[in-house]
């Protein structure tokens, strides 16, 4: 049981450039959840699924767009890189009822 | 709106001392509250939770009591190890009719760093 994975663990990209951020559970959980931590600022959600086809906005959504086409996977797009989403971003996910919310190891991305 | 506010840090504690975060939030209805924590490298872990009122949750010799008077859930441990050393983070997940919703609030986080 491998919990929340997440890769790549660091990313360096150039403005304008797009890429996926990878989530998966193995944990069957229903909830998926994605947040990025800036420094000081703590964690602001930035997209949620309560399960697979069905995803909804956070807190910051702008500038990425999920999917959710398995209960497994929740990727994390982001289409035109910009300096301001330098952060680490944070999957997590939790099952129905109980509200632990269990995390990844978590991206650290770099926009130059 | 809902929302948390803790203590800013850095905390830098000598082990065996008294380690107290103070957090308090701001909510409608009956939030449920936890405390996460995140070593160095790593991604968050729940530490302890609490539903309702004058609830104690408590993990690993650290304890939070849910006031509702004061609106707050200040995490506490009697005797701190260097291996404590870690980010904790205060959060809230809001109360909406039929229960609590499926989303986290979280405060800033409080770095605590212990001294051998």
């Known amino acids: 049981n491998a919990g929340v994975t997440q890769t790549p663990k660091f990313r360096i990209l150039k403005i304008g450039q797009s890429m996926t951020l990878q989530c998966a559970q193995d944990m069957n959980h229903n909830y998926m959840y994605w947040y990025r931590q800036d420094p000081g600022m703590g964690l602001k959600l930035i997209y949620y699924s309560v399960g697979a086809g069905i995803t909804d906005k956070g807190e910051v959504p702008n500038g990425y767009n999920v999917s959710r086409s398995t209960t497994e996977d929740f990727p994390l797009r982001l289409e035109l890189a910009a300096p301001s989403q330098t952060s680490v971003y944070f999957c997590a996910s939790r099952k129905t009822g109980p509200e632990t919310q269990y995390f990844g190891p978590g991206t650290r991305l770099l926009v130059l | 709106g809902n929302s948390v506010t803790q203590m800013e840090g850095p905390v830098t ?66 005797s701190v190890q260097v291996s404590d050393s870690a980010v904790y983070f205060c959060a809230l997940s809001p109360y909406e009719y039929g229960g609590a919703t499926n989303k986290l609030i979280f405060g800033t986080g409080t770095l605590l760093a212990v001294q051998p």
Do not use: M
């Not at chain 2, 609490?50 to 441990?77: I, M, P, Q, V």
């Open chain 2, 13 to 78: 504690l000598s082990e065996e001392a008294f380690l107290t975060i103070n957090c308090t939030y701001t909510a409608t209805g009956y939030p449920s509250l936890f405390w996460y924590v995140q070593y160095p490298g790593e991604g968050l872990q729940l530490l302890l939770k609490a539903t309702k009122a004058d609830d104690k949750g408590s993990n690993k010799g650290f304890e939070a009591t849910y006031r509702k008077e004061t609106t707050s859930f200040h995490l506490e441990k009697g």
